[in-house]
């Protein structure tokens, strides 16, 4: 009697998976392609914002089918709704008229990088005044550093391009997400490590969070079912091991390869 009724449990759990499966509900998921550590194509997982995106969305009950796009057709594919799920925006005011924002899974610690040689300390907007920024068109930085009169900024297509800008001295600052910075010069510029600086002091601290689109009819439930994915995640520790796995090459790359 006991074996049939362990058969007849088992029968319903396997009939509860696969209801569940059957119930997973594919998301277009969209990022950039182009933001390493946290979102890159050639990195586990396609980088650590992707890993823990996915991760959560898959214990909510999605099935999440990830593209990548430049980030202006992205801004606007949310906004029709041909990507249910922007996996990496920062928070803005214009941007929650069309994205629907989850709570932060991540914090983004924005920093400025100068030449060493450069006698220069941010403490704050007034020690900008007159200063060259390379700055990425499109990126939500900060709003009031975005204002922010008193500089020039010179518009540059990548991190990359304003880092060689900042070694050429074609720009006197640029900045980004710290985990950005350090990967960027510990993969592709090892020789400017002891040339060039990162500032301190942040210019902000920037959530990370993920943008579903208000045109999803289910954009609310999306988010609610995400964020209580993530405090599991963060509960049980899955959170902090992802960090960590990718935290491996974002500060001890290994020789010779590229992450």
């Not at 059957?22 to 182009?34: E, K």
């Not at 933001?35 to 914002?49: F, I, N, R, T």
């Not at 922007?86 to 214009?94: D, Q, S």
Request: aromatic content about 8%; proline content about 5%; glycine content about 6%.
């Amino acid at each position: 009697m006991n074996r049939l009724w362990c058969c007849i449990a088992a029968f319903f759990m396997g009939l509860a998976v696969c209801s569940h499966a059957a119930m997973a509900l594919d998301l277009n998921i969209v990022h950039s392609g182009n933001w390493p550590p946290y979102a890159d194509e050639d990195l586990p997982g396609q980088g650590l914002a992707i890993e823990l995106v996915t991760t959560a969305l898959k214990r909510a009950g999605y099935s999440p089918q990830v593209s990548t796009a430049p980030l202006k057709q992205i801004l606007e594919g949310s906004k029709t709704g041909s990507y249910d799920v922007f996996a990496t925006p920062w928070y803005t005011m214009e941007r929650d008229k069309y994205l629907d924002f989850s709570q932060p899974y991540l914090q983004s610690s924005i920093h400025f990088i100068k030449r060493a040689d450069l006698p220069f300390e941010y403490t704050g907007f007034d020690d900008l005044e007159g200063k060259t920024v390379g700055v990425i068109e499109n990126y939500a930085y900060e709003e009031d550093f975005n204002e922010l009169t008193t500089i020039e900024r010179i518009t540059a297509g990548s991190l990359m391009e304003n880092l060689h800008k900042l070694i050429e001295r074609k720009v006197d600052l640029t900045l980004d997400d710290e985990r950005v910075l350090r990967y960027t010069l510990n993969q592709s510029l090892p020789g400017s490590m002891a040339t060039l600086e990162i500032l301190a002091k942040p210019l902000a601290m920037r959530g990370i969070n993920i943008g579903v689109s208000r045109k999803n009819p289910d954009h609310a439930m999306i988010v609610d079912r995400f964020n209580k994915a993530i405090a599991a995640m963060q509960a049980d520790g899955t959170h902090s091991r992802i960090v960590q796995k990718h935290q491996a090459y974002i500060e001890h790359p290994a020789a010779g390869s590229q992450h």
